[in-house]
């Protein structure tokens, strides 16, 4: 149906930058929206921030200043950007995808969700 692939994790000192990527392939007929998660160890996924096809987005005040989600439309990608780097940004960051997808019969939608991607920040 529809794959999600995320890149750019790492290990990063406080106060870093990093750039997250994912790209989305499959049976794509329209994407509604993408964006990041996170999960930290022993805590649940939150939401980082959220794209919508129109532009419009969907943050988290945990990240909201520090953080910054673009999209490349045209080549179904998405990316996170992330500054000041804290400790506690340390997770594992998801990608996910509002996807409407072919099927032998007509589209239909679903969200889809990446392996994840680990990001330790650490001096």
């Known amino acids: 149906q529809v794959q999600l692939v995320e890149s750019g994790g790492g290990l990063v000192q406080p106060g870093g930058s990093l750039r997250l990527s994912c790209v989305a392939s499959?049976?794509?007929?329209?994407?509604?929206?993408m964006g990041w998660y996170r999960q930290a160890p022993g805590n649940q996924r939150e939401l980082v921030e959220t794209?919508?096809?129109?532009?419009?987005?969907n943050d988290a005040d945990s990240a909201k200043g520090r953080s910054t989600t673009s999209s490349d439309n045209a080549k179904n990608m998405v990316y996170l950007q992330i500054n000041s780097l804290k400790p506690e940004d340390t997770a594992v960051y998801y990608c996910?995808?509002?996807?409407?997808?072919?099927?032998?019969?007509?589209?239909?939608?679903?969200?889809?969700w990446g392996p994840g991607t680990k990001v330790t920040v650490s001096s």
């Open positions: 499959g049976r794509i007929f329209r994407i509604h929206s």
């Open positions: 794209i919508i096809s129109d532009g419009h987005t």
């Open positions: 996910t995808a509002v996807v409407v997808y072919r099927t032998t019969h007509f589209p239909l939608s679903g969200a889809f």
